[in-house]
């Protein structure tokens, strides 16, 4: 079976191989637009921000949610960690050396709350604009970033994987984090790369089965070498994102980030909505590997917004 798979993807035509022999380390420049939309860009956004966002791949948009719309999405998050079905199931990811929540996953349809905050125009409007398609929910999860036990998330593509391990064809898909708590510089931020967004990096190794198992707690393929990254920054720097809860971060699938762990008493939580264009839904993975579930990666259950 896996012969058959290897010789299926062998004959495809991928646009941003990686994890693939002879490919590791290639660098390859984006292929895609950034912004698909035209002149006219929805509330919320103006024609400047529409450029910062596709020269330097993300835009923080302030104030988009009130304080008291906050405090109901918080009361959420903590209910959610609790509920017993959730803490049974695969959909909840706990640190590498701790039983502290990191992830859960497929919020969208675990909460009603959250699946209609999926849908607000505040959010789904961007998305709907800067991909201009038709869009749905191709992952979301709520990332806890626990004080004093919080690990890092390894600097990364989320295209990279998305388009490996989940067949998501080309780069037209955004990431939407909706800040539940005081991000600040101490707290493990996202760190941003400004303009790695442009190019693509072919990274090492090859895909094991079950990756995601362990991947979700600490990834350690996917991710670019040290003097790629020493280019990248050389030529964006790197951005910590702070603010207060309430605000969005917007950024291309591409771009590169991460973020440290979290050594302080103050928790680093957020909501994260990937949207994707109906037109580039996923096919099957880019490795000879069957596909991720689905609580990972929307691929049955699509609901168009």
């Known amino acids: 079976m896996k012969y058959l798979l290897e010789r299926i993807h ?23 637009p950034v912004v698909y939309g035209g002149p006219n860009p929805p509330p919320l956004l103006d024609l400047e921000q529409v450029d910062a966002y596709r020269q330097q791949g993300y835009i923080v948009l302030e104030n988009v949610f009130s304080e008291r719309e906050v405090q109901v999405f918080q009361k959420e998050l903590e209910t959610l960690k609790e509920d017993n ?16 929540v990191r992830s859960v996953f497929r919020i969208h349809e675990r909460s ?38 919080g690990k890092d998330f390894y600097w990364h593509s989320d295209f990279e994987t998305w388009h490996v391990e989940d067949g998501m064809p080309r780069m037209r898909a955004l990431s939407v ?72 971060v917007v950024f291309d699938c ?30 099957d993975p880019f490795c000879s590997l069957p596909p991720r579930p689905e609580y990972i990666c929307t691929r049955k259950s699509i609901s168009v917004i």
Not at 10 to 32: C, E, F, H, I, Q
């Open 10 to 32: 062998s004959l495809r035509n991928d646009m941003y191989p990686s994890r693939k022999r002879g490919v590791a380390g290639r660098v390859t420049l984006r292929r895609d």
């Open 112 to 149: 009603s709350l959250f699946r209609k905050l999926s849908r607000d125009n505040r959010i789904s409007n961007i998305a709907r604009y800067i991909l201009d398609d038709e869009v749905y929910i191709h992952q979301s999860r709520a990332n806890y970033k626990p004080g004093f036990r």
């Open 254 to 283: 591409n771009l590169m980030h991460g973020s440290s762990s979290n050594i302080s008493p103050y928790p680093r939580s957020n909501l994260f909505f990937v949207f994707n264009a109906l037109s580039n839904k996923v096919e």
């Open 85 to 100: 079905d959730i803490r049974s199931s695969d959909e909840l990811i706990t640190e590498l050396e701790s039983e502290e």
């Open 177 to 248: 984090s909706v800040i539940l708590t005081e991000s600040r510089n101490y707290n493990g931020p996202l760190m941003l790369i400004p303009k790695s967004h442009h190019h693509y990096i072919g990274c090492d190794g090859e895909t094991p089965e079950g990756h995601y198992l362990s991947s979700l707690k600490k990834q350690e393929l996917g991710i670019p070498s040290d003097d790629h990254l020493r280019r990248l920054t050389s030529e964006g720097g790197i951005k910590s994102v702070t603010g207060k809860p309430g605000s969005l």
